[in-house]
Every structure is written in C-alpha cells, then in structure tokens.
C-alpha cells in the first residue's frame, strides 16, 4: 500500500508557528534603579535597549515602581506592545532598609502574563512569573514559560556565601514543584564568586527533568588560567564613579539558567546555541574600564558607553529558537474521518475516548515531535485512558480503521 506524508501542524495545529521563531531575552541588573547620582538614566538605558531589542527583559535592582514604569514606557515608545510585571515592595527581611526589587518587561506580541508570585526567602525575594508564548495569530499556545528572576546576596565571607545558598534552596524548591519538562528560566545577579560556589552547585544540581544548565557550561571563570575573559559581567568601571563598584571586568556575577527542556534542540523552544553572552565584553578589557575593549566583533563604541555608564554590571543576553511543530509520521493512504470523540479536551488525569462507527481502532499518542507516547487498540465503544503520566502540553491522537479504509488525526491537550 502506497505511503505518503502528513504534516499534523497543518492539519490540526492551525497556526503552529510562534509570534516569531527567534525570542531575544535579556537579564540585566540595573544598579538602583532609577536613582543614583547619573543623569538621564532612563535615555542611556533606551540606547543599549534599541540596540538589543529584548523580547523578554529581566531587570534586578529595581528601587522603585517608577523606575519599572520607565523602562516599560521607554520600550513602548521604541518598539510598541510592552507591559511588566506587577511591582510589589519587598517582602522578606522587613529590617533591611536597603531594598531592592526584581522584574520582568515582556514584548505582548510575543507572550502573555499567566501569573506571578513573590516568594520569600531570608534576604530578599525571588520573583516568579508564568508566561504563555502566543502563536503566529495571537492565540495563546500551549507552551508555558516558568520564569525566575533573582538577585543573591552580595560580598564575598562564608555568611554570605550561606545567604546565597538559603536563597538558592527556597528557588529550587519552588522549581521542584513544576510539572515535569517544563521551560524554566532562572535569572538574575547570582553574585557567586567561584564555579563551585555551594549555591551556584546547587542552582545545578540534578533536579529530574527540570535541572538547569549554564548554557556556556564553564564553570571554572574564577581560575586564573582562565581565558574565556569574555564571560565576566562585572565591574565595568576600573574605579568606581558615584555609584556602584569598581574593579574592572574581573568578575562572572551574571547568569540566565536554563531547563532540560529548554537546552533539547527537540523542543519546540529552544536555546540558539551561541547566543549566549555577556552583552558589551568580548574579552578584550580584563581588569579593565569596559569603553577599554575593543569594538572589533564587539557592539559599537556607543553602546560600551552606555553600558559602562548605565550600571557597574552588564546584561546577560541569549535567545530562544521557536521551532515549527511538523512531524513527518507515516500513515497508509486511506480516507480521512472522525474516528474516536475526546472527552474531555483538554484532559487531566484520564482521558474517555469514544468509538463513532463499530469497527476496532488502532491508537497512537504522539508529542509534538513525533515520538510515539502511547500505543493501544480500541475496541470498546467507550475506552478510559489513564493520561496522568503524560507531561503537560499537547499531543497528536493517530487512528486507523483498516478494515474501513479510513484513518484521523486529532488534537489532545494535558493540562496536569
């Protein structure tokens, strides 16, 4: 019997496409942001901004709701359709007047908020949202991502090495609350000094199917037969100006983390590999003023002056690829027609599929990449199938009739 294929995204996914196949995000630590002794911040910031275009900006050291304000303002006025996160003052430890705040700006043509949560730890909180991607059309996908933004304790001694670490559990914990292969985003000033840092070790220990990665995997910045110098985020000032540390770009305080799910080039997102880098250093200024490297394979000379005057620390930028959804699976040329109703779609535990005509049907369960999930034969008028091992997202349901010479293809969505 003559064979031929089917492209399920065209056939039951509708618009199987993302807003856009590449997703820019940017993690960024803002220094008191707006205050300080600088002036016209928030136009030094559009500048490096402009220049990078984040569809997912994560911003730490944030002192005001103002401030969060600003920046969404000044990205609407350069790209239109952005919106933040809720701005809530800190939570834990009230006794420290030194507050400062986490946040997310996201690009509205690209995700919409789900929910977001402040989670409290013993020095300062870490900042949960939940992002939904939207497809070509504007209709929101399946795909969630699970989105941390932090900011550890700063300063080296063995204190504040456990501060850090106390903060990395209460995040890890949380991680290990989420439905299995999830996208996970974890970002943010970690202030880790060495590679082997108990909280940075931690950040990457196993955690099932939703352990994160440092997508450059070098975890040996602090040894001085390092030569990856491009990686350090921190100081961009040799000596300090009015605000912030000094010291030169000797330090690799800045980090975006991602998921299993995230780092598998199966996905339907996932990390563009290279992308990944210390926005402004390419090496060339170690222990040095940042305006000192040179701008061969760099940003233009602009942009080192914007960055070196806007913070004493540099973005983290990397990007997400979006992959089309196609499986080439191979069915026997028959005619098409509903076979089984779904109920109910979208589906939890347990899943009643039901015959429409008297002959046995064969089932397939499939993800989205084509891997065979389930397999089962139908003969029942009414079968229940247990679904509860399946991970959240969305699934193609295969079936044949070879008897009657027919066969269908349908949509099936978990929602644990």
């Known amino acids: 019997m003559k064979k031929y294929l089917i492209f399920f995204c065209l056939m039951i996914c509708g618009n199987s496409i993302f807003a856009q196949s590449e997703i820019k995000v940017m993690s960024y630590n803002l220094l008191i942001y707006p205050e300080g002794d600088m002036v016209n911040r928030v136009d030094t910031l559009s500048k490096i901004l402009d220049y990078y ?69 013993t020095y300062r909180d870490i900042n949960y949202f939940q992002l939904r991607f939207l497809e070509e059309d504007g209709t929101p996908s399946t795909e969630l991502l699970h989105t941390y933004v932090t900011h550890l304790k700063s300063s080296q001694g063995s204190a504040n090495e456990q501060l850090r670490l106390a903060m990395a559990e209460v995040l890890i914990n949380h991680v290990s609350l989420l439905p299995p292969e999830s996208n996970i985003i974890v970002a943010g000033d970690f202030n880790v000094y060495y590679g082997w840092e108990p909280a940075y070790d931690l950040l990457l220990s196993t955690n099932g199917t939703n352990t994160l990665h440092d997508p450059i995997n070098m975890p040996e910045w602090a040894s001085a037969y390092f030569s990856n110098k491009e990686i350090f985020t921190q100081s961009t000032r040799l000596s300090s100006l009015s605000d912030g540390a000094g010291g030169g770009m000797d330090d690799r305080f800045d980090f ?96 009643d599929l039901m015959l429409t005509g008297t002959n046995p049907v064969d089932l397939r369960i499939l993800n989205m990449q084509g891997k065979l999930m389930l397999e089962h034969k139908l003969f029942k008028q009414k079968t229940t199938m247990d679904t509860s091992r399946l991970p959240q997202g969305v699934y193609i349901l295969q079936t044949t009739d070879i008897k009657a010479g027919v066969f269908d293809v349908a949509k099936l969505v978990i929602q644990q």
């Open 53 to 121: 275009e984040p569809d997912l900006l994560l911003v730490q050291e944030l002192k005001s709701e103002q401030g969060l304000q600003n920046i969404t303002q000044e990205l609407n006025t350069l790209f239109d359709n952005y919106s933040a996160g809720t701005y809530v003052p800190q939570i834990s430890n009230p006794a420290n007047s030194w507050r400062l705040q986490q946040n997310l700006i996201f690009n509205e043509a690209v995700f919409e908020l789900v929910s977001e949560e402040v989670i409290e730890t």
């Open 256 to 351: 975006i983390l991602l998921s299993d799910q995230l780092m598998n080039l199966d996905s339907r997102l996932t990390y563009q590999e290279n992308s990944y880098q210390a926005l402004g250093n390419n090496g060339t200024c170690y222990n040095q003023d940042l305006i000192d490297c040179s701008t061969v394979n760099n940003v233009p000379f602009e942009i080192l002056r914007s960055l070196y005057h806007m913070s004493d620390h540099l973005p983290i930028v990397l990007s997400l690829d979006a992959n089309e959804a196609v499986s080439t699976i191979e069915l026997p040329m028959l005619s098409k027609k509903q076979l089984i109703e779904i109920m109910p779609n979208p589906a939890n535990a347990q899943v």
